[in-house]
Every structure is written in C-alpha cells, then in structure tokens.
C-alpha cells in the first residue's frame, strides 16, 4: 500500500508541478495594433485628441502591415479620419477616410463601418478643401444618411457643416 501511495502522490506532485509551470508561463504581448489603439482610446477617453491622432495612425499602420485591407483596418482608418476631423485637420483626414470608405464599400458589414458613415466623413474631410462638388458628395451622402440608425453622431456634424459652407458659397 505504502507504494502504492508514493506512486499516488508522485503522480500528485507532477501534476501540481506541469499546471504552476503552465501558470508561470508569460502570457502572449498584444499585437502592436492593438497596443496602439488601446493607447489611442485612452487618449480619446483623456481628451488627449493629439495623442489620439498618433496612436490611431499608428495603429492604423500596423494593421495594414499585418493585415492589409482585413483584420480591424477600416474601424482604425475610420478612427484616425475621425480624430482629425475633431482637430479639424480636414485635408489629413481624407486618406484615411477614403480607405475606410473603400474596405467599407468592399466588404461590407464584414468590414465593421457602416459605408453611410464613411461617405459622411469622406464628405466632411474634403468639404473645406473642395469645390461644389464636394458640397454635392457630401449632401448627397447627408441625404442617404437620413432615416439610417445609429448614425447621428456623424450624421449632424456632417449636416451642420454642410449647413455653414452652402451659407458661406
């Protein structure tokens, strides 16, 4: 019985010994993309909008390095043109509301944009810079994005600044 017991309790032991070392192993580092968006929404959640603005093209580059077009691409490019529409950087924010409308249009719901939402911010980035042309793109994108829920939050500015340059035309 006694080595019955031993061979039990060896047995015990090793177990006790593969689930600490399996505890004890490091857990995998994020990827550099969701590093940098995790720094980009603490920064957002901060009102840190240039700290924003440099984590999300960060995290926007490392997502088309890893990914390409795939993966999360379009939300971050979507996130970057967003944070530099808040800053008013209007010219800067095109590029990365052009790929965002681009995957969105593609992909679709796959690609995590609404395509309403790209339009209007593709709209908003080139309605400074552009021409009546720009007024027409956006108004028409304004006009596709009635009735659509849960798109307010980019509808209204888009509206309101297309409100402000057919007033200043």
């Given at each position: ?13 090793v177990l006790l ?63 970057l043109a967003g ?28 690609s995590g944009v ?56």
């Amino acid at each position: 019985m006694q080595d019955r017991d031993c061979r039990v309790a060896a047995g015990i032991m090793v177990l006790l010994l593969a689930a600490n070392a399996a505890a004890a192993e490091p857990a995998a580092a994020p990827s550099p993309t969701v590093q940098h968006y995790q720094a980009y929404a603490q920064a957002l959640e901060q009102g840190n909008l240039p700290l924003a603005e440099t984590e999300a093209a960060s995290a926007l580059a490392a997502s088309v390095a890893q990914y390409g077009d795939g993966g999360h691409t379009a939300v971050l490019a979507s996130n970057l043109a967003g944070v530099r529409l808040l800053l008013g950087r209007y010219s800067a924010a095109v590029e990365p509301a052009r790929k965002a409308l681009a995957i969105a249009e593609s992909q679709g719901d796959a690609s995590g944009v609404d395509v309403h939402v790209a339009r209007l911010m593709l709209g908003r980035a080139e309605l400074p810079g552009g021409d009546a042309a720009a007024m027409d793109r956006l108004l028409q994108a304004v006009q596709e994005a009635q009735g659509v829920p849960g798109i307010d939050a980019e509808a209204y500015p888009a509206a309101v600044e297309l409100a402000t340059a057919a007033h200043d035309a």
